[in-house]
């Protein structure tokens, strides 16, 4: 915790430089210590997918990415506390060519519907399939109580994630490595 | 009006073309966009709920490093005219007292947050670190936050310049009420009150506006309607309409009624850009978004239900009192919603004999804003659930009520002028009754009584608006109602078409697709979608109020129907046969003469002919291939009903319930995609339990807000709520050139008396009403207690 | 919002009163509150520091004292305004002797907070009133002792 005080006491002027991994790659950077590291993927990383939904409560979860292995929201950090870390945000999960489970479960079971909220509910998605093989309807609706959906109800977004889970369940070790690398 | 084309694509469900981009992380929204040199606006709003400015000093706040300006109301007022231009207020008739505003208040505040400087600074963080050394002073004035003490003779005014605190008030009345009541066997009479909850979209609110003085005004903002905006811009501003542009992002995330007003921020932003000459970025943060926008409903109603002793409702009073809040947003300015509520109040219900008295009153709290089920929660809540009441009083069958009361005969006008077109709602009602099981949950309760479980059954309907006509739309918000659309042949046979409304998740790019395909005989992928450029696309008044599918949607069928003959008098010319321009099917991109299936002609060299080789025309013949339609119905009024059922069970010692099962049955006309129509049917039920059970924008009696977290306005999470069953009872409109409807936005409006009815049937206690919404753990412990004192 | 409450000083009225009404006494004692300067007549101008957590701030403001009757009873008027909001209290204070070592104070007032001090702590408001006037009176007891052994 100490950190966020120190960098409260600067304002306006302190900077540090922090390394971090985003999507297999390697960024260096500058910042103000106090910036949220929210801002620091979605304004020096130019990575807008990841989305502020609640400014800073942790609430709402369309923040949401996967850090050192861990689903976090990324409102509720400052960019200097990552220094370091390995991330994965929306942008690192899969390509329109080759999506992963998880994206193709949300589009073929209409898991969205205005997409604010559907990259921090994937990441969210992501550390539950790392974890669980077959989730129950029970398992998948207390996963995703950090992330809040405004349009679907969450019936299609609990459909998309059976639809991963089936799809991971029916894949070789080598490709659940691979595709949950993070 | 109705013809048949080949249907490949229309009732489908196809995965939607939007969806690739989003699930990347691929999509823009507002916050995504930005301009080089952009500059940020952070506002400073008021901590009282109704006070005096006496000084703003803002030296501290200029003298900050990385500051651009700092801007006060008087300044923006010069600027621009007062906002409530006449374009954009209801004529509804009734008694109006308007309010005056500007962007930024001036020499007084009416709730707290409503803005009172804009900073402008280099980054975010600067203009909040400014926001902080500005200092104003107040002094206090009374604050009001119940309506009915807002009402009074003796209660202090809001507006100094108004001879009271009502905004509006009117009454929507047919047919002789004293005599049905004097006629009536029973007569209910009950207070009920929707408290004030909302939406809150996911996205906030948010613009980028920037300046020159050769193409004006251009403004990104995460409009419903950005058409209006523009019109409201021109007109407040005073700017040319050609230096107005408005463009709504491809992606904005979730609106549900609130992003459709005309709201001060946007005003201030434009002002902003043309001073500075340097764009600007707002981006509203959940705390203003919580204190600010999305929260509606708040109507107490005194009504009263005029009964046969076979349950038949033959009159229907009521007072109807809207906390309208300031009442100081464009379009709506507090009471729309109120009034359409009122208009339907009666619902699916043939009630001959109606007065509603409707007073909206200003206090000193944000101004109601729309929300999905436009005005009509708390009435749907008191109607439906009333006439559980009813049943129980008359020791009737809810079922038999229903039924008896349900609309049979379509075209249907209600006493409140609401045109009814067509459908089956007796049959949607039966539907969910068989789908629920109702007869064998009435065992089960029996059984489950013995082991001193308290299961309960409930069902309540909603007959919600699909787009809304001229005839309607012109009155209540001063724009036209039809939908309007351009479909346009490109130089390379693919499809564009542009439509004046401005989605917000629905999936407009896919739907639309489907439709327009199968008119013209291509695949979705030969369709691309435009929408949100003011400078692009048809007039139009905005995605809302289920106008797609209905309205907007139909203008594209029109446009491109428009397009066919001409499309075959080409083909025709170019094969050298003799056609009427009506005899080619439209398939597999070409077009293929009926008579001769082996004369076609594929589509993209009739857009080659049309648009680059005009000299292969027949002659005389105009060159392009595009067509721009309105579409109205002819009728009134659209509507399209939901039934909803729940099963569920009550624990009387604590008043907390489970759901057990809820059902929907909805009919939408044609379904364009039913997977999207299930997923709106899930989207709206989940709000309105959100609504019922867990949100509340909640307020102390200084006025300050209470709920301006997450953690406070507790929208349901996916642990919160139950499955939901959707079952499909679709019949097509003769209104519509396809038979499709809207839906989507009424969907929240039976969920209260759904469960309130299913909660009062499980508990079976004599006198144990719910009158009051929300539905909690602790209100329904109350309830209990009270129904078991004898008075 | 109320606040509201009974507090036992180990001093008669007359010291109580004079303690409970002395700025400096009131720097030292009252949570919060980090200057004291005389603008007038029981006038003076206040620097707070309140809040909860997050929402922590610094306020300025003034402090009044009305109605007083020394060593009987007393109005404080309290406003402070600052970048999160604002804090208003009006609180009557009224002493009762019990015995030459006990003065019993009772205190009887309205308190409210606005902006989003109000927004996000509001519910939690009145457990922190209470907290803070427990905080204020033991340091005040406190203050009471130092009297008594310094006489």
């Given at each position: 915790?100490?950190?966020?005080?120190?960098?409260?006491?600067?304002?306006?002027?302190?900077?540090?430089?922090?390394?971090?991994?985003?999507?297999?790659?390697?960024?260096?950077?500058?910042?103000?210590?106090?910036?949220l590291?929210?801002?620091?993927?979605?304004?020096?990383?130019?990575?807008?997918?990841?989305?502020?939904?609640?400014?800073?409560?942790?609430?709402?979860g369309a923040?949401?990415?996967?850090?050192?292995?861990?689903?976090?929201?990324?409102?509720?950090?400052?960019?200097?506390?990552?220094?370091?870390?390995?991330?994965?945000?929306?942008?690192?999960?899969?390509?329109?060519?080759?999506?992963?489970?998880?994206?193709?479960?949300?589009?073929?079971?209409?898991?969205?519907?205005?997409?604010?909220?559907?990259?921090?509910?994937?990441?969210?998605?992501?550390?539950?399939?790392?974890?669980?093989?077959?989730?129950?309807?029970?398992?998948?609706?207390?996963?995703?109580?950090?992330?809040?959906?405004?349009?679907?109800?969450?019936?299609?977004?609990?459909?998309a994630?059976?639809?991963?889970?089936?799809?991971?369940?029916?894949?070789?070790?080598?490709?659940?490595?691979?595709?949950?690398?993070? | 009006?109705?013809?048949?084309?080949?249907?490949?694509?229309?009732?489908?469900?196809?995965?939607?073309r939007?969806?690739?981009?989003?699930?990347?992380?691929a999509?823009?929204?507002?916050?995504?966009?930005?301009?080089?040199?952009?500059?940020?606006?952070?506002?400073?709003?008021?901590?009282?709920?109704?006070?005096?400015?006496?000084?703003?000093?803002?030296?501290?706040?200029?003298?900050?490093?990385?500051?651009?300006?700092?801007?006060?109301?008087?300044?923006?007022?010069?600027?621009?005219?007062?906002?409530?231009?006449?374009?954009?207020?209801?004529?509804?008739?009734?008694?109006?007292?308007?309010?005056?505003?500007?962007p930024?208040?001036?020499?007084?505040?009416?709730?707290?947050?409503?803005?009172?400087?804009?900073?402008?600074?280099?980054s975010?963080?600067?203009?909040?670190?400014?926001?902080q050394?500005?200092?104003?002073?107040?002094?206090?004035?009374?604050?009001?936050?119940?309506p009915?003490?807002?009402?009074?003779?003796?209660?202090p005014?809001?507006?100094?310049?108004?001879?009271?605190?009502?905004?509006?008030?009117?009454?929507?009345?047919?047919?002789?009420?004293?005599?049905?009541?004097?006629?009536?066997?029973?007569?209910?009479?009950?207070?009920?009150?929707?408290?004030?909850?909302?939406?809150?979209?996911?996205?906030?609110?948010?613009?980028?506006?920037?300046?020159?003085?050769?193409?004006?005004?251009?403004?990104?903002?995460?409009t419903?309607?950005?058409?209006?905006?523009?019109?409201?811009?021109?007109?407040?501003?005073?700017?040319?309409?050609?230096k107005?542009?408005?463009?709504?992002?491809?992606?904005?995330?979730?609106?549900?009624?609130?992003k459709?007003?005309?709201?001060?921020?946007?005003?201030?932003?434009?002002?902003?850009?043309?001073?500075?000459?340097r764009?600007?970025?707002?981006?509203?943060?959940?705390?203003?978004?919580?204190?600010?926008?999305?929260?509606e409903?708040?109507q107490?109603?005194y009504?009263?239900?005029?009964?046969?002793?076979?349950?038949?409702?033959?009159?229907?009073?009521?007072?109807?009192?809207?906390?309208?809040g300031?009442?100081?947003?464009?379009?709506?300015?507090?009471?729309?919603?109120?009034?359409?509520g009122?208009?339907?109040?009666?619902?699916?219900?043939?009630?001959?004999?109606?007065?509603?008295?409707?007073?909206?009153?200003v206090?000193?709290?944000p101004?109601?804003?729309?929300s999905r089920?436009?005005?009509?929660?708390?009435g749907?809540?008191?109607?439906?659930?009333?006439?559980?009441?009813?049943?129980?009083?008359?020791?009737?069958?809810p079922?038999?009520?229903?039924?008896?009361?349900?609309?049979?005969?379509?075209?249907?006008?209600?006493?409140?002028?609401?045109?009814?077109?067509?459908?089956?709602?007796?049959?949607?009602?039966r539907?969910?009754?068989?789908?629920?099981?109702?007869?064998?949950?009435?065992?089960e309760?029996?059984?489950?009584?013995?082991?001193?479980?308290?299961?309960?059954?409930g069902?309540?309907?909603?007959?919600?608006?699909?787009?809304?006509?001229?005839?309607?739309?012109?009155?209540?918000?001063?724009?036209?109602?039809?939908?309007?659309?351009?479909?346009?042949?490109?130089?390379?046979?693919?499809?564009?078409?542009?439509?004046?409304?401005?989605?917000?998740?629905?999936?407009?790019?896919?739907?639309?697709?489907?439709?327009?395909?199968?008119?013209l005989?291509?695949?979705?992928?030969?369709?691309?979608?435009?929408?949100?450029?003011?400078?692009?696309?048809?007039?139009?008044?905005?995605?809302?109020?289920?106008?797609?599918?209905?309205?907007?949607?139909?203008?594209?069928?029109?446009?491109?129907?428009?397009?066919?003959?001409?499309?075959?008098?080409?083909?025709?010319?170019?094969?050298?046969?003799?056609?009427?321009?009506?005899?080619?099917?439209?398939?597999?991109?070409?077009?293929?003469?009926?008579?001769?299936?082996?004369?076609?002609?594929?589509?993209?060299?009739?857009?080659?002919?049309?648009?680059?080789?005009?000299?292969?025309?027949?002659?005389g013949?105009?060159?392009?291939?595009?067509?721009?339609?309105?579409?109205?119905?002819?009728?009134?009024?659209?509507l399209?009903?939901?039934?909803?059922?729940?099963?569920?069970?009550?624990?009387?010692?604590?008043?907390?319930?489970?759901?057990?099962?809820?059902?929907?049955?909805?009919?939408?006309?044609?379904?364009?995609?039913?997977m999207?129509?299930?997923?709106?049917?899930?989207?709206?039920?989940?709000?309105?339990?959100g609504?019922?059970?867990?949100?509340?924008?909640?307020?102390?009696?200084?006025g300050?807000?209470?709920?301006?977290?997450?953690?406070?306005?507790?929208?349901?999470?996916?642990?919160?709520?139950?499955?939901?069953e959707?079952?499909?009872?679709?019949?097509?409109?003769?209104?519509?050139?396809?038979?499709?409807?809207?839906?989507?936005?009424?969907?929240?409006?039976?969920?209260?008396?759904?469960?309130?009815?299913?909660i009062?049937?499980?508990?079976?206690?004599?006198?144990?009403?719910?009158?009051?919404?929300?539905?909690?753990?602790?209100?329904?412990?109350?309830s209990?207690?009270e129904?078991?004192?004898?008075? | 919002?109320k606040?509201?409450g009974?507090?036992?000083?180990?001093?008669?009225?007359?010291?109580?009163?004079?303690?409970?009404?002395?700025?400096?006494?009131?720097?030292?004692?009252?949570?919060?509150?980090?200057?004291?300067?005389?603008?007038?007549?029981?006038?003076?101008?206040?620097?707070?520091?309140?809040?909860?957590?997050?929402?922590?701030?610094?306020?300025?403001?003034?402090?009044?004292?009305?109605?007083?009757?020394?060593?009987?009873?007393?109005?404080?008027?309290?406003?402070?305004?600052?970048?999160?909001?604002?804090?208003?209290?009006?609180?009557?204070v009224?002493?009762?002797?019990?015995?030459?070592?006990?003065?019993?104070?009772?205190?009887?007032?309205?308190?409210?907070v606005?902006?989003?001090?109000?927004?996000?702590?509001?519910?939690?408001?009145?457990?922190?009133?209470?907290m803070?006037?427990?905080?204020?009176?033991?340091?005040?007891?406190?203050?009471?002792?130092?009297?008594?052994?310094?006489?």
């Amino acid at each position: 915790m100490q950190p966020i005080q120190e960098a409260q006491q600067t304002v306006g002027n302190g900077m540090k430089t922090i390394q971090v991994r985003v999507n297999g790659k390697i960024a260096k950077k500058e910042v103000p210590i106090r910036m949220l590291l929210v801002d620091f993927i979605r304004e020096e990383l130019a990575l807008t997918g990841t989305h502020v939904g609640c400014s800073v409560e942790g609430r709402c979860g369309a923040c949401t990415i996967v850090l050192n292995g861990d689903a976090v929201k990324s409102c509720l950090m400052l960019a200097v506390q990552a220094d370091g870390a390995d991330i994965m945000t929306v942008e690192g999960l899969g390509t329109t060519d080759k999506l992963h489970p998880i994206q193709q479960g949300f589009w073929e079971k209409h898991g969205l519907q205005c997409g604010f909220c559907t990259p921090g509910m994937m990441m969210s998605v992501y550390n539950l399939l790392k974890t669980t093989r077959h989730p129950s309807i029970d398992e998948i609706r207390d996963a995703l109580v950090g992330n809040l959906c405004r349009c679907t109800g969450y019936e299609h977004i609990i459909q998309a994630v059976q639809y991963a889970a089936d799809q991971v369940a029916a894949m070789s070790k080598e490709e659940r490595d691979e595709i949950f690398s993070y | 009006m109705t013809s048949v084309t080949e249907s490949k694509w229309v009732g489908r469900s196809i995965r939607r073309r939007e969806d690739p981009r989003l699930l990347v992380g691929a999509g823009k929204y507002i916050a995504d966009y930005s301009i080089p040199g952009m500059a940020y606006l952070h506002v400073v709003r008021s901590t009282h709920g109704h006070a005096r400015i006496l000084n703003i000093d803002i030296s501290k706040a200029e003298d900050y490093p990385g500051v651009v300006a700092v801007i006060t109301g008087q300044e923006v007022a010069d600027a621009m005219k007062p906002m409530l231009v006449s374009s954009i207020i209801p004529n509804l008739g009734g008694e109006l007292q308007i309010p005056t505003v500007y962007p930024l208040a001036i020499d007084k505040v009416q709730w707290v947050g409503d803005p009172i400087v804009a900073i402008i600074a280099e980054s975010k963080y600067i203009a909040e670190d400014a926001a902080q050394l500005v200092e104003i002073e107040y002094e206090k004035l009374p604050v009001l936050t119940d309506p009915e003490e807002a009402m009074k003779p003796d209660a202090p005014k809001i507006y100094d310049n108004w001879k009271d605190n009502m905004l509006w008030k009117g009454q929507l009345a047919s047919g002789d009420v004293d005599k049905a009541f004097k006629e009536a066997d029973y007569v209910l009479s009950e207070r009920f009150y929707g408290h004030r909850t909302g939406a809150a979209p996911m996205e906030t609110r948010g613009a980028v506006a920037s300046y020159d003085e050769f193409t004006g005004l251009t403004i990104h903002v995460n409009t419903q309607r950005p058409h209006i905006l523009r019109m409201a811009i021109s007109q407040i501003m005073s700017m040319p309409y050609d230096k107005v542009r408005v463009i709504a992002p491809k992606d904005v995330g979730g609106a549900f009624g609130t992003k459709a007003p005309i709201y001060r921020e946007e005003l201030l932003i434009s002002y902003i850009a043309m001073k500075l000459r340097r764009p600007v970025k707002w981006v509203e943060n959940r705390m203003e978004s919580l204190m600010t926008i999305g929260q509606e409903r708040d109507q107490i109603h005194y009504l009263e239900l005029a009964v046969t002793k076979e349950g038949k409702i033959i009159g229907l009073r009521d007072r109807l009192i809207a906390d309208s809040g300031d009442g100081r947003i464009g379009v709506y300015l507090g009471f729309v919603m109120p009034w359409l509520g009122a208009a339907y109040l009666s619902n699916a219900y043939d009630i001959p004999n109606v007065q509603i008295d409707v007073s909206c009153v200003v206090t000193n709290k944000p101004s109601l804003t729309p929300s999905r089920a436009f005005g009509e929660f708390p009435g749907r809540f008191a109607m439906d659930y009333a006439m559980h009441l009813v049943a129980r009083e008359l020791k009737l069958d809810p079922r038999d009520v229903f039924e008896k009361n349900i609309i049979k005969q379509f075209p249907h006008v209600t006493a409140t002028g609401i045109t009814h077109d067509s459908g089956d709602y007796e049959g949607a009602f039966r539907t969910l009754i068989e789908a629920l099981d109702y007869d064998r949950v009435r065992q089960e309760q029996a059984e489950a009584r013995k082991n001193g479980r308290l299961i309960g059954v409930g069902f309540a309907m909603g007959a919600e608006m699909s787009g809304l006509g001229s005839q309607i739309f012109v009155p209540m918000e001063n724009q036209p109602g039809y939908g309007a659309a351009t479909v346009k042949i490109d130089t390379h046979g693919m499809i564009q078409v542009f439509e004046g409304d401005s989605p917000q998740g629905q999936g407009h790019e896919t739907t639309l697709s489907q439709v327009v395909a199968d008119e013209l005989g291509v695949t979705m992928d030969d369709i691309y979608i435009s929408y949100g450029d003011t400078f692009v696309t048809p007039f139009a008044s905005g995605t809302l109020g289920n106008r797609g599918a209905s309205y907007t949607f139909s203008a594209a069928v029109l446009a491109c129907r428009k397009l066919r003959p001409k499309i075959q008098q080409i083909a025709a010319h170019l094969l050298g046969v003799e056609s009427d321009g009506n005899d080619f099917t439209f398939a597999n991109k070409e077009i293929v003469w009926k008579k001769d299936p082996s004369k076609k002609i594929a589509l993209r060299d009739i857009a080659d002919a049309a648009i680059l080789g005009p000299t292969k025309l027949p002659r005389g013949m105009e060159a392009g291939l595009e067509a721009t339609a309105y579409f109205e119905a002819d009728i009134a009024g659209m509507l399209s009903i939901g039934v909803h059922g729940a099963v569920v069970e009550v624990n009387p010692d604590t008043g907390d319930f489970k759901i057990l099962r809820y059902v929907v049955v909805d009919d939408c006309g044609v379904p364009i995609n039913p997977m999207i129509v299930r997923g709106q049917v899930h989207g709206g039920v989940v709000m309105g339990m959100g609504n019922a059970r867990f949100e509340k924008y909640a307020f102390d009696e200084a006025g300050q807000p209470l709920s301006t977290t997450l953690m406070e306005y507790h929208m349901p999470s996916a642990a919160d709520v139950p499955d939901i069953e959707v079952i499909e009872y679709n019949v097509p409109t003769p209104y519509t050139p396809l038979g499709s409807k809207g839906k989507g936005e009424g969907i929240p409006g039976p969920v209260p008396a759904t469960l309130a009815s299913a909660i009062t049937d499980a508990l079976n206690i004599p006198g144990f009403k719910i009158l009051n919404l929300p539905i909690t753990p602790e209100s329904i412990w109350r309830s209990i207690n009270e129904a078991k004192v004898p008075t | 919002m109320k606040v509201n409450g009974t507090y036992d000083i180990p001093a008669n009225a007359i010291t109580t009163y004079e303690l409970l009404t002395d700025p400096d006494v009131l720097v030292r004692t009252m949570p919060g509150l980090k200057s004291l300067k005389s603008i007038g007549d029981n006038h003076y101008e206040a620097e707070l520091e309140v809040g909860i957590s997050v929402v922590k701030g610094r306020y300025k403001g003034t402090v009044k004292l009305e109605d007083e009757i020394a060593g009987e009873q007393f109005r404080l008027v309290m406003n402070g305004q600052g970048p999160l909001g604002f804090v208003e209290m009006n609180m009557f204070v009224q002493l009762e002797q019990t015995s030459d070592q006990q003065t019993k104070v009772h205190c009887e007032g309205e308190a409210s907070v606005g902006g989003v001090v109000a927004g996000i702590g509001q519910r939690m408001m009145s457990g922190v009133a209470s907290m803070l006037m427990g905080q204020f009176f033991t340091a005040m007891r406190k203050e009471a002792s130092k009297a008594k052994n310094a006489s």
